[in-house]
């Protein structure tokens, strides 16, 4: 005989008699529907992933993973300290660089973050040379008193390559008639677009030699870090903090965003806990499955019971057709959800390109097309909580199929 037990006769209640495919439909109609919550529960935390990801990738193209600076205006001793930043087997690259906020006058005026740099170390922190529109990096060459502004300043000023620009900053000089901000004039070299309205519209672009030369600095306002791991710049940190003393400060990118990205986090936790509740449903119509099956094999499992089948047997055998609904569901959901989620931004392209709409506009949006980035990882957990929902919604009909009489039951067969 075949066994287990349970097993065998659990498979063969999953084809219905002639007499009653209503069982076999409500079952099929429960693989599906499970099917369908796990598919969309995959992609709606793939989409959230890609968010994030495109979030983060745009924002740490710009910014760095680590910051050193000092507790005064400039680093002391900045050279020591780029020295032992270097040092730290977790810091990829290391550049100096001078920060100040400053304002900024064409044929418009806007205020911006004016920010020195060393165009030869910039590409070992940060990307903003790989997202150039027009111009280059290398021509922020010391004393040229060269410019890169992000695109939509430039739209904002009114400017060009090629136009001037007049630089205010907060730093005051003396003359006879009282103090004044210093004034520079600026040339036009070049434009980037990150993609971020942050810097896109926020962040010009200097030599740092100029810069400290523009804010009366004998060295650079920081170090900016790039680390093999952005995820342990928190432990990194706290590393080079000790090592460097008391007169420096160590601050992270999680530290510098850490609401944005708590906010991404709240989100993708409210929504996966949202879904969740579509399982559940999904669910509930497995336990009404079983609760029908239970009744429509009363006379069955009274047979059983006259037989010398436990209790505990025949709960076993109407879990088994509770899980194998459940197991063929998530089959079916993880595939499809994991094909979805990879041919995602195809499909939405080809909705966008057939019928002439567009979801997410680059006009309002930082991100103007659907992201997805599928987690394993979150699938493990999607497939996991699925099956031992599935599982404990076989346990009440089950125990209510262990405690059938076999004589009530047979009383009218």
């Given at each position: 005989?075949?066994?287990?037990?349970?097993?065998?006769?659990?498979?063969?209640?999953?084809?219905?008699?002639?007499?009653?495919?209503?069982?076999?439909?409500?079952?099929?109609?429960?693989?599906?529907?499970?099917?369908?919550?796990?598919?969309?529960?995959?992609?709606?935390?793939?989409?959230?992933?890609?968010?994030?990801?495109?979030?983060?990738?745009?924002?740490?193209?710009?910014?760095?993973?680590?910051?050193?600076?000092?507790?005064?205006?400039?680093?002391?001793?900045?050279?020591?300290?780029?020295?032992?930043?270097?040092?730290?087997?977790?810091?990829?690259?290391?550049?100096?660089?001078?920060e100040a906020e400053a304002y900024l006058n064409a044929r418009h005026a806007n205020g911006a973050l004016l920010r020195g740099i060393e165009p030869s170390q910039e590409s070992k922190v940060v990307d903003i040379g790989q997202h150039m529109v027009e111009g280059s990096l290398a021509d922020l060459t010391p004393d040229s008193w060269n410019v890169v502004l992000g695109r939509d300043l430039a739209m904002s000023l009114g400017v060009g390559v090629g136009d001037r620009v007049t630089v205010i900053v907060q730093?005051?000089?003396?003359?006879?008639?009282?103090?004044?901000?210093?004034?520079?004039?600026?040339?036009?070299?070049?434009?980037?677009?990150?993609?971020?309205?942050?810097?896109?519209?926020?962040?010009?672009?200097?030599?740092?030699?100029?810069?400290?030369?523009?804010?009366?600095?004998?060295?650079?306002?920081?170090?900016?870090?790039?680390?093999?791991?952005?995820?342990?710049?928190?432990?990194?940190?706290?590393?080079?903090?000790?090592?460097?003393?008391?007169?420096?400060?160590?601050?992270?990118?999680?530290?510098?965003?850490?609401?944005?990205?708590?906010?991404?986090?709240?989100?993708?936790?409210?929504?996966?806990?949202?879904?969740?509740?579509?399982?559940?449903?999904?669910?509930?119509?497995?336990?009404?499955?079983?609760?029908?099956?239970?009744?429509?094999?009363?006379?069955?499992?009274?047979?059983?019971?006259?037989?010398?089948?436990?209790?505990?047997?025949?709960?076993?055998?109407?879990?088994?057709?509770?899980?194998?609904?459940?197991?063929?569901?998530?089959?079916?959901?993880?595939?499809?959800?994991?094909?979805?989620?990879?041919?995602?931004?195809?499909?939405?392209?080809?909705?966008?390109?057939?019928?002439?709409?567009?979801?997410?506009?680059?006009?309002?949006?930082?991100?103007?097309?659907?992201?997805?980035?599928?987690?394993?990882?979150?699938?493990?957990?999607?497939?996991?909580?699925?099956?031992?929902?599935?599982?404990?919604?076989?346990?009440?009909?089950?125990?209510?199929?262990?405690?059938?009489?076999?004589?009530?039951?047979?009383?009218?067969?």
């Amino acid at each position: 005989m075949f066994r287990p037990l349970e097993l065998f006769i659990g498979l063969r209640y999953t084809r219905a008699k002639r007499r009653n495919q209503f069982i076999s439909f409500i079952s099929t109609v429960s693989i599906v529907c499970i099917a369908i919550s796990v598919i969309a529960l995959i992609t709606v935390m793939s989409v959230m992933n890609g968010f994030d990801y495109q979030m983060k990738s745009r924002i740490l193209g710009a910014i760095s993973h680590a910051t050193v600076s000092g507790i005064d205006e400039s680093v002391q001793d900045w050279p020591r300290a780029l020295q032992i930043a270097q040092a730290n087997p977790h810091v990829l690259g290391a550049a100096p660089y001078v920060e100040a906020e400053a304002y900024l006058n064409a044929r418009h005026a806007n205020g911006a973050l004016l920010r020195g740099i060393e165009p030869s170390q910039e590409s070992k922190v940060v990307d903003i040379g790989q997202h150039m529109v027009e111009g280059s990096l290398a021509d922020l060459t010391p004393d040229s008193w060269n410019v890169v502004l992000g695109r939509d300043l430039a739209m904002s000023l009114g400017v060009g390559v090629g136009d001037r620009v007049t630089v205010i900053v907060q730093k005051m000089r003396g003359t006879p008639f009282g103090g004044v901000p210093k004034v520079r004039s600026f040339h036009v070299v070049g434009t980037f677009e990150m993609g971020m309205e942050q810097f896109d519209s926020g962040l010009a672009v200097i030599n740092m030699s100029d810069a400290e030369k523009l804010n009366d600095l004998s060295g650079p306002t920081g170090i900016r870090l790039k680390l093999d791991d952005l995820f342990n710049a928190g432990p990194v940190a706290r590393e080079l903090a000790d090592k460097l003393g008391g007169v420096y400060r160590v601050q992270t990118w999680m530290d510098t965003n850490a609401n944005l990205f708590h906010a991404l986090s709240m989100e993708k936790l409210v929504m996966f806990i949202i879904l969740s509740l579509i399982i559940l449903v999904a669910v509930i119509n497995l336990i009404s499955m079983l609760m029908m099956l239970v009744t429509d094999k009363q006379a069955d499992i009274a047979i059983l019971r006259t037989l010398g089948a436990t209790p505990r047997s025949i709960m076993g055998t109407f879990m088994v057709q509770g899980i194998l609904v459940g197991f063929v569901g998530i089959g079916f959901g993880v595939g499809l959800g994991a094909l979805l989620s990879w041919k995602l931004p195809g499909i939405v392209k080809w909705i966008e390109h057939t019928f002439h709409v567009t979801f997410l506009s680059p006009d309002v949006y930082y991100i103007s097309e659907v992201p997805s980035r599928l987690d394993w990882h979150d699938v493990g957990w999607v497939a996991l909580l699925t099956f031992t929902f599935s599982l404990l919604a076989t346990l009440y009909p089950a125990w209510r199929a262990s405690r059938t009489q076999p004589a009530q039951a047979l009383r009218y067969e």
